[in-house]
């Protein structure tokens, strides 16, 4: 080619051509692969976590049954078939003050309640203490007494605690059967140290104290001093809400209807801050302090599949009621009405 002919530029794709230099970009799919490899970590590790936790609550809690349940060899098993997993099921719970000062056996909270496993729904009644209680084949007398009495018989004749125990359970749920026309099969007792301890395991509650309470007695320890109004109680103060009764100058008295509705009150915050987020993580220490404080005359089987059925209960299904009645001193006699309406829900919960 001559010096002066004009140079005509290379074809695409020739040896020749150098095309120019592109950086280049991160492949796309080697970001999503190593995000995809974090977020499996991620969720194994949460799951290790989840297990080990659980697997802790399960060890807690099989040792807790140990401990609340009777041992099996007072009790007949009961079959899957026939159990609380797949049958509704009926239960007297008894608070007992076993404090050092001044404690007796007497019943001083009484509820009953009944759960049905189709539904996942409960109706607890409340019961004042004071209540006139006459069945067949016992002679009438408060109802917060029955416990007592037939505890310290069993006593009497030679039976051991746990003997005297299941004895005394025995008769409560015979008579309270009787009373609201039901089928009881089970009765469990928490004394006052283990409702205080429950609610310091969830971090007390918030209730709403309805009249300044003040009272105190130096025979049995009693130091009651409660301002009005919301607020956060500890263990020892949301005891002192339920308890409360009368000032030492008898003013602001509190009736057992107002207590009843307390010990409603206090149930269902317990409740709800055990099954909240928050109080998913303290469900070990309540573990522990139910242990130490209750007793239930139900195998420990059963016991476990009660725990699996209603472990996520909350208060929005549990319908609260109380037993009216007026006060003929020294008894409160149950109002018929009352009485009639507690009955009907009961019956209407243990059939659906």
């Given at each position: 080619?001559?010096?002066?002919?004009?140079?005509?530029?290379?074809?695409?794709?020739?040896?020749?051509?150098?095309p120019p230099?592109?950086?280049?970009?991160?492949?796309?799919?080697?970001k999503?692969?190593s995000?995809?490899?974090?977020?499996?970590?991620?969720l194994?590790?949460?799951?290790?976590?989840?297990?080990?936790?659980?697997?802790y609550?399960?060890?807690?809690?099989?040792?807790?049954?140990?401990?609340?349940?009777?041992?099996?060899?007072?009790?007949?098993?009961v079959?899957?078939?026939?159990?609380?997993?797949?049958?509704?099921?009926?239960?007297?719970?008894?608070?007992?003050?076993?404090?050092?000062?001044?404690?007796?056996l007497?019943?001083?909270?009484?509820?009953?309640?009944a759960?049905?496993?189709?539904?996942?729904?409960?109706?607890?009644?409340?019961?004042?203490?004071?209540?006139?209680?006459?069945v067949?084949?016992?002679?009438g007398?408060?109802?917060?007494?029955?416990?007592?009495?037939?505890?310290?018989?069993?006593?009497?004749?030679?039976?051991?605690?746990?003997?005297?125990?299941?004895?005394?359970?025995?008769?409560?749920?015979?008579?309270?059967?009787?009373?609201?026309?039901?089928?009881?099969?089970?009765?469990?007792?928490?004394?006052?140290?283990?409702?205080?301890?429950?609610?310091?395991?969830?971090?007390?509650?918030?209730?709403?104290?309805d009249?300044?309470?003040?009272?105190?007695?130096?025979h049995?320890?009693?130091?009651?001093?409660?301002?009005?109004?919301?607020?956060?109680?500890?263990?020892?103060?949301?005891?002192?809400?339920?308890?409360?009764?009368?000032?030492?100058?008898?003013?602001?008295?509190?009736?057992?209807?107002?207590?009843?509705?307390?010990?409603?009150?206090?149930?269902?915050?317990?409740?709800?801050?055990?099954?909240s987020?928050?109080?998913?993580?303290?469900?070990?220490?309540v573990?522990d302090?139910?242990?130490?404080?209750?007793?239930?005359?139900?195998?420990?089987?059963?016991?476990?599949?009660?725990?699996?059925?209603?472990?996520?209960?909350?208060?929005?299904?549990?319908?609260?009621?109380?037993?009216?009645?007026?006060?003929?001193?020294?008894?409160?006699?149950?109002?018929e009405?009352?009485?009639a309406?507690?009955?009907?829900?009961?019956?209407?919960?243990?059939?659906e």
């Amino acid at each position: 080619m001559s010096q002066g002919s004009t140079s005509l530029p290379p074809r695409s794709g020739s040896r020749g051509s150098v095309p120019p230099t592109k950086a280049k970009k991160p492949k796309k799919p080697k970001k999503k692969r190593s995000f995809f490899r974090t977020f499996i970590k991620l969720l194994i590790g949460l799951l290790l976590i989840v297990a080990a936790v659980l697997g802790y609550l399960v060890y807690k809690t099989n040792d807790a049954i140990s401990t609340i349940g009777v041992n099996d060899n007072k009790v007949e098993e009961v079959p899957v078939g026939e159990s609380v997993k797949a049958k509704p099921v009926a239960m007297v719970l008894m608070g007992i003050d076993t404090r050092e000062k001044g404690g007796s056996l007497n019943t001083d909270v009484m509820m009953v309640a009944a759960f049905n496993p189709t539904t996942k729904k409960a109706t607890v009644v409340s019961i004042p203490r004071d209540t006139y209680v006459d069945v067949k084949d016992y002679r009438g007398r408060k109802a917060n007494s029955y416990y007592a009495s037939f505890y310290n018989v069993a006593r009497q004749e030679g039976k051991d605690k746990e003997d005297a125990e299941l004895a005394a359970k025995k008769v409560v749920k015979e008579v309270f059967g009787d009373y609201f026309d039901i089928n009881i099969q089970y009765a469990a007792t928490i004394n006052f140290q283990g409702f205080s301890d429950v609610v310091d395991a969830v971090g007390g509650v918030k209730v709403n104290v309805d009249m300044r309470m003040k009272y105190t007695d130096s025979h049995d320890g009693t130091n009651i001093d409660l301002e009005p109004g919301i607020q956060v109680l500890d263990g020892k103060k949301a005891l002192d809400f339920v308890r409360y009764r009368k000032s030492n100058g008898g003013g602001e008295q509190s009736s057992d209807f107002d207590r009843n509705r307390r010990q409603s009150e206090v149930v269902s915050a317990i409740l709800d801050k055990l099954l909240s987020l928050g109080g998913v993580p303290k469900v070990g220490s309540v573990i522990d302090a139910a242990a130490n404080n209750i007793s239930v005359d139900m195998p420990k089987k059963e016991i476990s599949r009660m725990l699996e059925k209603y472990f996520t209960i909350r208060s929005n299904d549990i319908t609260f009621l109380s037993l009216e009645g007026t006060w003929k001193s020294p008894h409160v006699i149950a109002d018929e009405t009352s009485l009639a309406n507690v009955k009907a829900e009961l019956n209407k919960r243990l059939a659906e």
